[in-house]
């Protein structure tokens, strides 16, 4: 099976950098993806990840290491629009779809 | 380009009713995603359907719990004699499949979710 561990909360002023890390335990892997969930609405697609390395887009960009079971998020400039819930989630080798998600990371960005 | 439409978005039923929510999915996609989402948890997979076949159900609870994506219209998932614990939001997910499909905008890798529909069991 998978285990998904992320930070529950983590707070950063606005224009700042903020760092979300995720870890799992995969007995097959398909890709790592990052979605933003604001409260009270779905989840929307932010990256994804299936070679090691960093992938970049815009303020937002997500890095992975499949040896070390590894990836982080990491949002620049960040404004006050960016709170949200983050969700990091494994989608399994063995069955497209079946994503295994973490509990979610909720960044607070103050004035 | 409409995208993963859910209805109804709020119901509340009383304990021991039914409750049927409605997925339509992203136009070209053909497999359809149920997940859950209970306060303050992550997202838990139930279902994975395609047109009139049901390919994944292993998360789905054994009892009451249950799913169809017919040829024609909406995936459905059908809960009966809700309780209290049944309340959360149920989100349902399209993506063309790992056989791809229509042009996405990010990769065709990914699922993408609708709405929400929240259950509220009384």
């Known amino acids: 099976g998978q285990n998904i561990d992320q930070p529950t909360e983590m707070t950063a002023t606005e224009g700042a950098i903020v760092q979300i890390n995720c870890t799992y335990q995969?007995?097959?892997?398909?890709?790592l993806f990052w979605y933003q969930q604001h409260a009270g609405e779905a989840p929307t697609f932010l990256s994804y990840n299936v070679l090691d390395g960093l992938e970049e887009k815009g303020r937002f960009s997500s890095f992975l290491s499949r040896s070390k079971g590894y990836s982080y998020l990491l949002l620049k400039e960040l404004q006050m629009k960016d709170s949200a819930s983050y969700l990091c989630?494994?989608?399994?080798?063995?069955?497209?779809?079946?994503?295994?998600f973490g509990a979610g990371t909720q960044v607070v960005v103050t004035p | 380009n409409a995208g993963v439409m859910q209805n109804p978005r709020h119901l509340v039923r009383r304990r021991g009713q039914e409750a049927r929510l409605r997925c339509s999915p992203m136009?070209?996609?053909?497999?359809v995603y149920w997940y859950r989402q209970l306060p303050e948890e992550g997202l838990k997979f139930m279902v994975y359907l395609q047109k009139e076949n049901i390919i994944d159900e292993s998360g789905m609870p054994k009892e009451r719990f249950s799913a169809e994506f017919p040829k024609e219209g909406p995936s459905i998932l059908r809960i009966q004699q809700v309780v209290r614990g049944d309340s959360a939001a149920y989100f349902c997910?399209?993506?063309?499949?790992?056989?791809?499909?229509?042009?996405?905008?990010?990769?065709?890798?990914?699922?993408?979710f609708g709405e929400g529909s929240w259950l509220t069991v009384v």
């Open positions: 989630a494994v989608s399994p080798a063995d069955s497209w779809g079946k994503f295994q």
């Open positions: 997910a399209s993506s063309p499949g790992p056989d791809g499909g229509a042009a996405e905008p990010y990769s065709g890798n990914t699922i993408y």
């Open positions: 136009k070209g996609h053909s497999h």
């Open positions: 995969t007995s097959g892997f398909n890709g």
